[in-house]
C-alpha cells in the first residue's frame, strides 16, 4: 500500500485558510505568460510589416520609374511619356541617379513588366557612361520592334556609321531611323526632316523634308499611358512647314 502521495507541482497555489482549500491562479505565472504572448506576436508581425514595407518601395520605384522614363508609342505604358530631351532638361545627376535608382529596382522587383528593361536602358543612357552596357539591351529591343529603342539605336549609332565601310549597317540603322518616324516618333522626326534638308547619310531632298516636317505638325498619340506633354508644342513650331524649298535647316 502507498503510504504517501507526491503531489503535483502546479502553477496555482492554495488558499491559506483551511477551510475554503480555494485554488486560485498564481499572478507570476499569469505575468510571464502575457509577456510570452506578447512576444510571440510581436516576432509574426514583424515580417509582416517588413513585407509590406518592401512591396511599398518597390510599387513606389515602378511608379516613379514609369513617371520619369515611360518611352513614347510604347504600348505597354503607364504615365504619359517622355522623350530624351525632356527626361532630365537641366542634366542633373542627382536626378539621373535617383530614376536610374528607380527603374533597376522597378525591372528587378517586375522582370515580366518588359517596359522596365527599356526604361532603365534610357535612364542608364542619360549618364553617358553608361552607353556600352545598354546596347544589348536596346538593340533586342529595337530588332524586336519597339519604337523607342528603334530610335535610341540610331542615336547611339549615327555618329559612327560610315556608308562606305559599311553600308548594310548604315543602310539598317537608317532604316530603324525611317521606321520610327513612320510610327510617329516625334524625335525621329526630327533627325529625318533634319537629314532630308540637309544632306548626308540622305541625299537632300526639299519634298521630302516637306513631307516629314508635315508628319512633324501631326503626330499620333505617343502612349496609352497619357499623350506627351510637350505635343502640341512641338506640333506648332511654326509655318515653315509650307515653306518648300526654303525650310529651315534646325528645327528646336
Not at 162 to 167: A, F, Q, V, Y
Request: net charge neutral; aromatic share 6%.
Amino acid at each position: 500500500m502507498i503510504s504517501q502521495l507526491v503531489p503535483l507541482s502546479l502553477p496555482f497555489s492554495t488558499s491559506s485558510s483551511p477551510s475554503r482549500r480555494l485554488l486560485r491562479p498564481d499572478l507570476g505565472h499569469r505575468r510571464y505568460l502575457g509577456l510570452a504572448l506578447a512576444l510571440f506576436s510581436a516576432l509574426a508581425v514583424a515580417p509582416t510589416l517588413a513585407q509590406t514595407e518592401d512591396e511599398a518601395a518597390k510599387a513606389a520605384a515602378a511608379t516613379a520609374c514609369d513617371t520619369g522614363a515611360t518611352s513614347p508609342l510604347d504600348p505597354q505604358g503607364k504615365a504619359p511619356p517622355s522623350y530624351i530631351f525632356d527626361m532630365n532638361p537641366t542634366f542633373n545627376t542627382n536626378v539621373t541617379g535617383d530614376l536610374i535608382a528607380a527603374c533597376r529596382t522597378a525591372a528587378l522587383a517586375f522582370p515580366d513588366e518588359q517596359r522596365f528593361a527599356i526604361q532603365l536602358a534610357r535612364a542608364m543612357y542619360l549618364d553617358f557612361k553608361n552607353t556600352e552596357t545598354i546596347l544589348p539591351t536596346v538593340r533586342r529591343f529595337a530588332e524586336n520592334g519597339h519604337i523607342e529603342a528603334q530610335h535610341l539605336l540610331w542615336r547611339m549609332s549615327s555618329g559612327k556609321i560610315d556608308p562606305l565601310r559599311n553600308p548594310t549597317e548604315a543602310n539598317h540603322m537608317l532604316n530603324l531611323l525611317r521606321n520610327a518616324a513612320e510610327a510617329g516618333h516625334a524625335e525621329a522626326l526630327l533627325d529625318i526632316y533634319n537629314l532630308r534638308r540637309d544632306g548626308g547619310l540622305l541625299k537632300r531632298d526639299d519634298s521630302e523634308a516637306l513631307r516629314w516636317a508635315d508628319r512633324m505638325a501631326n503626330l499620333p498619340t505617343q502612349g496609352p499611358g497619357g499623350d506627351w506633354a510637350h505635343k502640341a508644342e512641338f506640333e506648332a513650331m511654326g509655318p515653315w512647314r509650307d515653306a518648300a524649298p526654303h525650310l529651315p535647316r534646325h528645327i528646336g
